[in-house]
């Protein structure tokens, strides 16, 4: 059987003493909260007071048990019996044992919406359905083995069948697709709590039972016009003889649509494109079109290379609100890791398909998989390719459009400015965070995760309807925070369309109802899209974090370029092998919280300290809404400042900024921004999760950085990017020859570092006072004393 542990407190390096038991093999690990005090365990201070543990899961035979009690009822009877080399750790599990039970039924069912799924195929006349059967995995090839064969065998005595079957070592995932009758499973529908005498629901294999399909592109009232754009579309401009650097994952575009023909090499191996309609290919279409050309009432250019397309959706024509979903007879992440693998990896019999990509689009995301506690599988393979090929994914937060209850004082919302109408809805929203958490795979770590800002270039929408905040506030829809082990997520908010509400009747409890209204005429960002008839010059207007995600992708190619145009023009020597991890620097550098910090801060901050509530507003904001263009271009008064390095565990690397002599004047005010960026190699099966921990503390020098503006200093170290804002004054005169020093720190987290770990790092220095300038910008001469001497990864 699988036992459980659930233990109070943090019991480190457990699965060590785990391994030392025969018959005993470790399989994971997570972290509790809210543990209700029983069982003798409190807090001393505060009986009441939830408290926090760790969850261990092990595969046990009788002999371990056996094993295991006997320990037990000897440190029981002996707090300070010594145990043999190795099982000290046992001890201090055994004092703080709250729980020890088997893995059952409901755990393997509980959140999924297995069940959830399986009622709406059978009111829709489903007669079979389908799931993943996410296994425990077994380090030996044959126990997987004989695992897959149990499963399978079980499955056939229902007279159902295994589609499909994956196994990933490096992210300890193994699962099988399955199908069986609905007349199988009625029984367990029609029952009040969750409990079957279904063996397959039994089987100890079995870590979870999952839903398929539920990736999908749910329909929207869509309205299309042709070339409804505001601005000017501007003419082709494609370079010759340029290889993709940017990847789309997503449905089928239309290739041939006015404003993308040229743009798209799409690469269908699964022959998806012979699944699609022409009018079908929608979602693929808007985002290939938005990362091509930008939100076309803007204006903006167009890229100079093409995309790399890969559909790993189809369109689907059943039940309920979707249009495009992934297959439901693939698992997720082995259409993902077969299309990295196709897109990067040389073989004895096949070249990579586009070799030079740094970049990867997930504007899609899984609808039944909400991030409550452990990482999914899709983001535990993200982060597993980001580090093996060196990719950076930006991934959307997800959308969750369903209606917004509101109190009865909310009756004359139509007539509200949009300032005062956010000061009724943030509230609701913000209670209903636990149904509003990030779509796998949002919670990747070292992938870039973006929400929406409720803003674009179109004008104000029908008066009849409601403005649910102020524009550049995050969208309404936008998916919370915050990621694993309470890091940072999103990282960023950028512009994903302007979304109206429209209003319901009252309803009988007196609540005022509103719902997201998709189709009111040109407010949201304008789109190539197929329409209604799969026209090749059709737009229309759409909104969501799908759409900020790939403006994101948009702007990751164009610093890109920057990066080319540094090695290219300027001479500097950036290895090819940094570009993902500067990108991922540069794309969080100009971020800052700005005035929607004031505006949740005024609605709700009423029950939290400074402290406490940066680190709770960070769920809704993430690290805020990045400044691009003022990233990529320096001014008289500001210069960024790039590095870039590998470090290995008790390694740090220190960065030398020259500081300029126009701070020679005292007691000017002074802004520094440092972003450091990296992947880094994960540990599947242990809490901790992140093998590598970079970090820096306050830069050193005549700058006394004093205040740390928007997330707290904290947070902004649990996951794979700290970015920082430091207000100060230069207490001492500079004088020629003086340096700001950045120190980079590494140590091991959950794992050992095996080898060295890249990191890209982005530096501002910014004299925030009006005075006057020194003869030379603070650009031109850290610029000019920097080629004296380039330290060995710094440019500007």
């Excluded at 196994?167 to 193994?174: K, P």
């Excluded at 003889?241 to 699964?270: E, I, S």
């Excluded at 009018?279 to 091509?292: D, F, K, P, Q, V």
Aim: hydrophobic content about 40%; some cysteine.
């Amino acid at each position: 059987m699988v036992l459980v542990l659930e233990v109070v407190g943090t019991i480190e390096e457990f699965s060590r003493a785990v391994e030392k038991v025969q018959g005993l093999e470790w399989f994971s690990e997570y972290a509790l909260e809210d543990i209700k005090p029983s069982n003798g365990f409190q807090d001393s201070r505060d009986p009441d007071r939830r408290l926090s543990g760790r969850l261990f899961l092990m595969m046990s035979d009788q002999r371990a048990l056996t094993e295991l009690r006997k320990l037990f009822d000897l440190w029981k009877r002996t707090p300070n019996v010594k145990f043999r080399s190795g099982l000290a750790k046992l001890k201090e599990v055994f004092k703080n044992l709250d729980k020890i039970r088997s893995w059952n039924v409901e755990d393997r069912l509980i959140d999924t919406g297995l069940l959830e799924n399986w009622e709406q195929r059978k009111r829709f006349g489903q007669t079979t359905v389908s799931f993943e059967a996410e296994l425990w995995y077994r380090d030996s090839s044959s126990r997987r083995q004989d695992s897959a064969n149990q499963i399978r065998h079980l499955v056939e005595e229902l007279n159902g069948q295994i589609v499909t079957e994956c196994i990933i070592e490096d992210i300890a995932y193994h699962a099988m697709l399955g199908q069986i009758k609905i007349s199988h499973v009625e029984e367990l529908l029609n029952r009040p709590t969750i409990h079957s005498e279904l063996a397959l629901l039994h089987c100890d294999h079995v870590m979870f039972f999952r839903p398929v399909g539920q990736c999908a592109v749910l329909v929207k009232d869509e309205t299309d016009e042709k070339s409804s754009a505001q601005s000017p579309i501007m003419a082709y401009q494609m370079k010759e003889n340029r290889d993709p650097v940017v990847a789309l994952l997503d449905g089928m575009p239309l290739t041939g649509h006015k404003f993308l023909d040229g743009y798209l090499v799409v690469d269908d191996p699964d022959g998806y494109e012979d699944t699609y309609q022409a009018n079908e290919r929608s979602h693929g279409t808007e985002m290939a079109s938005l990362i091509c050309r930008g939100d076309l009432n803007s204006g903006e250019p167009p890229l100079e290379r093409p995309i790399y397309v890969r559909p790993i959706m189809n369109p689907y024509r059943g039940f309920g609100d979707a249009r495009e979903i992934i297959p439901d007879d693939v698992l997720v992440a082995d259409l993902v890791h077969r299309a990295i693998i196709r897109m990067l990896h040389e073989g004895a019999d096949e070249k990579p398909a586009a070799p030079e990509i740094r970049i990867v689009n997930l504007s899609i995301g899984d609808s039944g998989r909400q991030f409550v506690r452990e990482m999914s599988v899709w983001a535990r393979l993200l982060d597993w390719l980001s580090y093996k090929y060196n990719l950076l994914f930006i991934v959307s937060a997800g959308n969750h459009i369903g209606p917004i209850s509101l109190a009865k004082e909310a009756e004359g919302l139509r007539n509200m400015s949009s300032e005062e109408c956010q000061k009724l809805v943030i509230p609701v929203v913000a209670d209903d965070t636990r149904n509003r958490r990030l779509l796998s795979p949002a919670e990747t770590l070292n992938g870039v995760t973006v929400g929406a800002v409720h803003m674009d270039e179109s004008g104000s929408g029908p008066r009849h309807l409601i403005d649910p905040v102020a524009a550049g506030m995050p969208s309404v829809i936008s998916a919370h925070g915050p990621g694993y082990r309470k890091s940072i997520k999103p990282d960023i908010h950028v512009p994903g369309g302007k979304l109206l509400f429209s209003k319901e009747p009252i309803s009988p409890d007196a609540t005022i109802v509103i719902n997201p209204n998709f189709s009111a005429q040109k407010t949201g960002q304008c789109v190539a899209t197929p329409g209604s008839e799969g026209t090749l010059d059709a737009t229309r207007y759409t909104q969501g974090t799908s759409n900020a995600t790939a403006l994101v992708t948009r702007q990751a190619y164009f610093f890109f370029e920057l990066l080319e145009s540094l090695r290219i023009q300027r001479k500097v020597e950036i290895p090819g092998e940094f570009d993902a991890v500067l990108i991922k620097a540069l794309l969080i550098h100009g971020a800052e919280w700005g005035e929607p910090y004031d505006s949740y801060k005024e609605i709700l901050g009423q029950n939290h300290d400074n402290r406490t509530f940066r680190e709770y507003v960070a769920r809704f904001l993430g690290y805020g809404r990045p400044d691009f263009e003022r990233v990529a271009a320096g001014s008289e008064k500001r210069v960024t400042v790039l590095g870039f390095g590998s470090l290995l565990d008790g390694q740090a690397a220190e960065f030398a900024l020259p500081l300029p002599l126009s701070l020679a004047d005292l007691g000017l005010k002074t802004c520094v921004i440092i972003t450091l960026a990296w992947f880094s190699p994960i540990k599947s099966r242990r809490q901790k999760y992140r093998v590598v921990h970079l970090w820096f503390d306050k830069p050193q020098g005549k700058i006394k950085c004093n205040h740390r503006a928007c997330a707290d200093h904290r947070a902004v170290q649990r996951g794979t990017l700290q970015h920082e804002i430091f207000e100060g004054r230069n207490t001492d005169a500079v004088q020629d020859g003086d340096e700001m020093i950045v120190k980079i720190n590494c140590r091991k987290d959950a794992a050992d570092i095996l080898e060295p770990v890249r990191f890209g790092l982005t530096v501002t220095l910014e004299i925030t006072e009006n005075v006057p300038l020194y003869p030379v910008s603070i650009y031109e001469e850290v610029r000019q004393r920097l080629s004296v001497r380039v330290p060995a990864g710094m440019g500007v």
